[in-house]
């Protein structure tokens, strides 16, 4: 089944962004994280991903600063409570076929449950000892208006650890000038034919 919302994806990427699944907003946008209370967008921007804050709508922008999206389940539901364990079968393979095929260096996923799903296992947040492939594994808080007892300064400073840990990568590996106060990938190559329009060329 396809996704109502496309993935954002292109080779080489700094981070690419796993929420759970499209909820009912989402889906009807066809976009990522368009539930205006929902603080992904402003939270990628204050931690320092994006030079200033997107709209759900320029999702296809974050390609410029090295960021991908995606999800791990396909299908739409009113919360990601209404997934069954179905939802997540073969996105595993399907992650790890994203990571062997455009290389990004960081996965993060936005939710505990969102790992779960994949992997069937409860993860702490953070770097993960998991890895797929090259590819580092990062759990962030969910950004979703059902997750506001986490305080708003609690899920930042979790998104800047993951933004220091994608610095200090590009410092180790000889990055030099990939790290600006605004952290933009310069030189980062966007493969528009499979970007912008949503075709990641992987199973649905």
């Known amino acids: 089944m396809p996704s109502a919302v496309p993935d954002v994806l292109a080779p080489n990427l700094r981070v690419v962004f796993c929420g759970?699944?499209?909820?009912?907003?989402?889906?009807?946008?066809?976009?990522?994280f368009a539930n205006p209370r929902n603080d992904f967008w402003r939270l990628l921007h204050e931690a320092g991903f994006t030079p200033r804050q997107l709209a759900p709508e320029e999702q296809f922008e974050v390609l410029t600063s090295g960021i991908g999206l995606t999800n791990a389940?396909?299908?739409?539901?009113?919360?990601s409570g209404d997934l069954r364990?179905?939802?997540?079968?073969?996105?595993a393979d399907r992650l790890g076929?994203?990571?062997?095929?455009?290389?990004?260096?960081?996965?993060?996923?936005?939710?505990?449950?969102?790992?779960?799903?994949?992997?069937g296992e409860r993860p702490e947040l953070g770097d993960q000892a998991r890895r797929l492939g090259d590819t580092r594994l990062f759990v962030l808080p969910s950004t979703s208006p059902a997750?506001?007892?986490?305080?708003?300064?609690?899920?930042?400073?979790?998104?800047?650890?993951?933004?220091?840990?994608t610095v200090d990568e590009l410092r180790l590996?000889?990055?030099?000038?990939?790290?600006p106060p605004e952290p933009h990938l310069r030189g980062t190559r966007v493969n528009p034919a499979r970007g912008h329009t949503g075709e990641t060329g992987f199973p649905p």
């Open 20 to 32: 759970i699944n499209p909820g009912f907003v989402s889906a009807a946008a066809g976009a990522h």
């Open 85 to 91: 364990r179905s939802d997540y079968l073969g996105s």
């Open 97 to 119: 076929a994203l990571a062997e095929d455009l290389h990004p260096r960081w996965l993060a996923f936005v939710g505990k449950e969102a790992y779960r799903g994949v992997f």
């Open 73 to 79: 389940a396909l299908r739409t539901t009113r919360g």
């Open 147 to 165: 997750n506001a007892a986490v305080p708003y300064v609690e899920r930042l400073r979790w998104f800047r650890e993951l933004r220091e840990s």
């Open 173 to 179: 590996f000889g990055g030099g000038g990939l790290c």
